[in-house]
């Protein structure tokens, strides 16, 4: 088997590490819909996924990629053989871009909007994993933990609260979006899993 997820981190932390010391660089990678709206840059989309704000941003991102993405891309490989690949590609990489395209419409005549990070991505392949795996359980910090579905609706509501709010300087659009991308695929490309899901969280909720 290929480990996909390992050399997605390779390459994103080593493009992330280096366009940290070329501004230049990172400037022409990062999502600005502006130079994509004038420019027709439209590249911009995917290349923002594979830099970061700082080393931070970058681990946490990587972290949480290494960890759900590998359960995704085992998931995908016993489900479609080496299609399964392809698929996690498409998650993945799909989730970047699709994470975009709202803030894309919102602000494609705006000069100042600026966004980075492969957020959009990850949120789409934790989502994939929760979906098959509803009541596995998610630590936070390695000490709190919660059921998976009842932390994907929690992260759902905050991003949505917090992308409206617009206090900080996150991107949380790109998570909610990112998220629903990660839902609807996961469900096209293999429609029973959704029947699975509510049955397991019923067979949880009737255990308790």
């Known amino acids: 088997m290929i480990n996909l997820t390992l050399l997605i981190i390779i390459a994103i932390s080593l493009i992330s590490l280096l366009s940290l010391k070329n501004v230049k660089w990172q400037n022409r990678m990062i999502f600005n819909p502006y130079m994509i709206y004038t420019k027709k840059q439209y590249d911009r989309f995917l290349l923002s996924g594979f830099i970061h704000k700082d080393l931070v941003h970058l681990l946490f991102n990587m972290i949480a990629l290494y960890f759900f993405g590998n359960v995704v891309e085992n998931d995908f490989y016993y489900l479609f053989g080496y299609l399964g690949y392809i698929y996690y590609i498409i998650l993945f990489a799909g989730g970047i871009i699709i994470a975009d395209i709202p803030n894309y419409f919102k602000y494609r005549k705006e000069s100042f909007y600026n966004s980075l990070g492969s957020s959009g991505g990850v949120s789409a392949v934790l989502f994939a994993a929760i ?74 909720a009737t255990f308790w």
């Open 131 to 204: 979906l098959h795996r509803p009541t596995s359980s998610i630590c936070l910090y390695f000490a709190i933990c919660i059921p998976a579905f009842i932390l994907g609706a929690l992260y759902l509501i905050y991003s949505l609260y917090l992308g409206k709010k617009m206090s900080d300087h996150i991107n949380h659009d790109a998570h909610f979006y990112g998220a629903l991308y990660g839902v609807v695929l996961t469900i096209l490309l293999r429609p029973a899993v959704l029947v699975s899901f509510v049955e397991k969280i019923i067979e949880f």
